[in-house]
């Protein structure tokens, strides 16, 4: 169990790494930035769709009424065709998309820092205070004041290595405290 858990926070690591590395792109050349995560994603969608239709269309002629794989296809299609046309679509849905993500990820710390409290860990402060912090720039990234797609893109990626700078100190937090998290359980 010990190592799963470790496993995990290690892929936590390595994606807050890569939030620093997005965030950086997203502050230095935000325009660019969106543009390619916009081709990437969309070609992902794209690829998604083709495949979907291709499963339905060689189902081998079997007859399944709630087999939604063409309505899927379909509207990974439209998706995909969409954001590569269209790439600066992403601007005003990435801010939405990426404030719930540290929504959740801020709450799941929370739940951590609840579980140190309980076995009377003081680190429980820290883990408690950046998931607060991460769960306010979540919310900020939900309500976005600001006009300009440019300058959200460039918050956006201030945020985003704010988060995972917190996020990476976190992990050390809850990782170094792991054997009390798990004798909760025990």
């Known amino acids: 169990?010990?190592?799963?858990?470790?496993?995990?926070?290690?892929?936590?690591?390595?994606?807050?790494?890569?939030?620093?590395?997005?965030?950086l792109f997203l502050f230095i050349k935000p325009d660019t930035t969106i543009s390619i995560i916009s081709y990437?994603?969309?070609g992902i969608l794209l690829a998604s769709g083709i495949y979907s239709c291709y499963k339905y269309f060689s189902s081998d002629g079997i007859v399944n009424m709630f087999n939604f794989e063409l309505?899927?296809?379909v509207?990974?299609?439209?998706?995909?065709?969409?954001?590569i046309?269209?790439?600066?679509a992403l601007a005003s849905f990435f801010p939405i998309i990426l404030g719930i993500w540290i929504i959740i990820n801020s709450v799941t710390k929370f739940q951590?820092?609840?579980?140190?409290?309980?076995?009377?860990?003081?680190d429980w402060i820290y883990t408690t205070i950046i998931s607060i912090l991460t769960f306010l720039w979540g919310v900020v990234l939900l309500y976005n004041p600001f006009k300009s797609a440019l300058l959200i893109t460039q918050t956006i990626g201030?945020?985003?290595?704010?988060?995972a700078v917190l996020d990476?100190?976190?992990?050390?937090?809850?990782?170094?405290?792991?054997?009390?998290?798990?004798?909760?359980?025990k």
Not at 112 to 122: D, I, P, Q, R, T
Not at 158 to 163: N, P
């Open 1 to 23: 169990m010990e190592k799963k858990i470790k496993k995990t926070f290690n892929t936590n690591l390595i994606l807050s790494i890569i939030f620093v590395v997005i965030g």
């Open 158 to 163: 201030v945020f985003i290595i704010v988060y």
């Open 112 to 122: 951590y820092a609840l579980v140190l409290k309980k076995v009377k860990n003081e």
């Open 71 to 73: 309505v899927y296809g």
């Open 40 to 42: 990437i994603l969309g």
């Open 75 to 83: 509207l990974l299609l439209i998706a995909g065709i969409f954001l």
């Open 168 to 185: 990476i100190i976190d992990n050390i937090i809850i990782r170094k405290n792991i054997k009390d998290i798990l004798n909760i359980f």
């Open 85 to 88: 046309f269209n790439p600066n």
